[in-house]
């Protein structure tokens, strides 16, 4: 896990957009309690998702700093909605995506994630073809509850990423949700799963 850094003026750093069209630019955390996305972490999961990027719609759920979801507008996603709690950091979001030139693509949406993924109103919204989970590492049970219930969102063949605790490996399986793969950096993991248009039992 990667703790949020100072950056000049006593803000906190969530690190810089990596490539793209706001390579460089710097993004603010909501606070030193969060976990932005290091930087070797974005690296890998963008150079998995890139062939998929293009035109692609974008569901960033426990957002934080809005990172790794700018991350995908940056490199050509066509849309994306940040789902976050914490009032401070759907504020941040916000500010983030002015900084990056990006808010035109993008919706904030202050909600709690379960609340959002249950709501029938937000079919309108979907399918997702791409979608991160990344909820604080002390609350593993969210992760869970929201992958449950996320697959019916995500078009057949989309991505649906976790960045968790490596202790806390979420199932192989999950609905209409199949691992596909999984990259582990130190105590971070990255674990992907595709849509599948069959039913994949819990285990």
């Known amino acids: 896990m990667t703790a949020a850094g100072r950056a000049s003026g006593g803000r906190v750093s969530a690190g810089r957009v990596i490539a793209g069209a706001a390579r460089s630019i710097r993004l603010e955390a909501p606070g030193t309690g969060t ?43 066509a849309a994306a909605a940040f789902v976050e709690r914490d009032p401070r950091a759907a504020s941040i979001i916000a500010a983030n995506l002015r900084r990056t030139g990006l808010a035109h693509l993008a919706r904030v949406i202050r909600a709690d994630v379960g609340a959002y993924l249950r709501d029938p109103t937000r079919a309108a919204d979907e399918p997702w073809d791409l979608v991160i989970l990344d909820p604080p ?55 992907f799963y595709r849509r599948t248009d069959d039913a994949v039992e819990d285990g």
């Open 35 to 77: 976990r932005p996305m290091a930087d070797r972490v974005k690296q890998t999961l963008f150079a998995i998702l890139e062939p998929d990027l293009p035109g692609a719609r974008v569901l960033d759920l426990f957002a934080g700093s809005g990172a790794a979801g700018i991350e995908a507008l940056s490199r050509g996603a």
């Open 137 to 191: 590492y002390d609350q593993p049970g969210d992760l869970l509850a929201a992958l449950q219930v996320v697959g019916p969102r995500v078009g057949t063949g989309g991505w649906v990423v976790v960045k968790h605790f490596w202790r806390d490996a979420p199932p192989a399986g999950v609905g209409l949700l199949a691992s596909a793969r999984e990259r582990r950096f130190g105590e971070t993991v990255l674990t």
